[in-house]
């Protein structure tokens, strides 16, 4: 087959796998808690090996405390480190997130920037984290963020292949339109997590089954969750 009708076979493979989903999962969205663009750039630099949930928590407390970027470009090390601790290699964060104030002070009034290139030259921000910015906070279809959750499950459906998130980026933006693409953040990543599991992917309830190319998917084909048995007090 020659490469270029591969390419559509894929591309419409794609299509109709994220119209099914997003009819599966209507409620995906960013699960990090924000109000304004700095707000959901910190908490994105939080995230980094560390789940949305633990960063919700976090979150409030700190920017209770560091409420815009002059503020947070001003923070004590050991203060901040001490807000951050429980989300894990709180050093690392700390000083990324300081760093990342004060660029934003120095070279953009303390606003957060609207261009890829000016972002991915932010301390603490990546391709990954500027994609979740400019498409969650301002509207701006500029790529897929790509974390493990879109890796994983668009190698399993075969809309993607390889373990490189800046390639497989650029196979599913070649795929998907464009003004889909931070929907279809939202949607891999929620599809990772509620159903296409890591080590226990839920096949048998999952929607796209029949179009999924995960080899392995038949022995998770029973993996419904099981329903919870009412107690005694309950049935009677």
């Given at each position: 087959?020659?490469?270029?009708a591969a390419?559509?076979?894929?591309?419409?493979?794609?299509?109709k796998?994220l119209?099914?989903?997003?009819?599966?999962?209507?409620?995906?969205r960013?699960?990090?808690?924000?109000?304004d663009?700095?707000?959901?750039?910190?908490?994105t630099?939080?995230?980094?090996?560390?789940?949305d949930?633990?960063?919700n928590q976090v979150t409030?407390?700190?920017?209770?405390?560091y409420?815009?970027?002059?503020?947070?470009?001003?923070?004590?090390?050991?203060?901040?480190?001490?807000?951050?601790?429980s989300?894990g290699f709180?050093?690392a964060?700390?000083?990324?997130?300081?760093?990342?104030?004060?660029?934003?002070?120095?070279?953009?009034?303390?606003?957060?920037?609207?261009?890829?290139?000016d972002?991915?030259?932010?301390?603490?921000?990546?391709?990954?984290?500027?994609?979740v910015?400019?498409?969650?906070?301002f509207g701006?279809?500029?790529?897929i963020?790509?974390?493990?959750?879109?890796?994983?499950?668009?190698?399993?459906?075969?809309?993607?292949?390889g373990?490189?998130?800046?390639?497989?980026?650029?196979?599913?933006?070649?795929?998907?339109p464009?003004k889909?693409?931070?929907?279809t953040t939202d949607?891999l990543?929620?599809?990772?997590r509620?159903?296409?599991?890591?080590?226990?992917?839920?096949?048998?309830?999952c929607?796209v089954?029949?179009?999924?190319r995960?080899?392995?998917?038949?022995?998770?084909?029973?993996s419904?969750?099981?329903?919870?048995?009412?107690s005694?007090?309950?049935?009677?």
């Amino acid at each position: 087959m020659p490469r270029s009708a591969a390419v559509r076979e894929t591309a419409a493979r794609a299509r109709k796998i994220l119209a099914i989903l997003e009819k599966a999962h209507p409620e995906a969205r960013c699960a990090l808690t924000h109000e304004d663009p700095f707000e959901l750039a910190v908490a994105t630099i939080l995230s980094a090996q560390c789940t949305d949930a633990r960063v919700n928590q976090v979150t409030p407390g700190l920017f209770a405390r560091y409420r815009n970027a002059e503020a947070l470009a001003a923070a004590e090390s050991l203060e901040l480190e001490a807000l951050i601790r429980s989300t894990g290699f709180f050093r690392a964060k700390a000083r990324n997130l300081v760093n990342f104030a004060k660029v934003l002070v120095k070279d953009h009034g303390g606003a957060v920037p609207r261009k890829m290139e000016d972002l991915v030259l932010l301390p603490g921000i990546g391709r990954k984290t500027a994609n979740v910015v400019l498409g969650h906070a301002f509207g701006i279809e500029e790529g897929i963020a790509v974390d493990t959750h879109v890796l994983r499950v668009s190698n399993r459906l075969g809309i993607a292949k390889g373990t490189d998130p800046v390639k497989v980026e650029q196979q599913l933006m070649a795929e998907i339109p464009k003004k889909l693409w931070t929907r279809t953040t939202d949607i891999l990543i929620f599809h990772g997590r509620k159903v296409c599991d890591a080590r226990k992917p839920l096949c048998g309830i999952c929607p796209v089954y029949s179009l999924c190319r995960f080899q392995g998917k038949a022995a998770f084909a029973g993996s419904a969750p099981k329903k919870a048995k009412a107690s005694p007090r309950a049935r009677a």
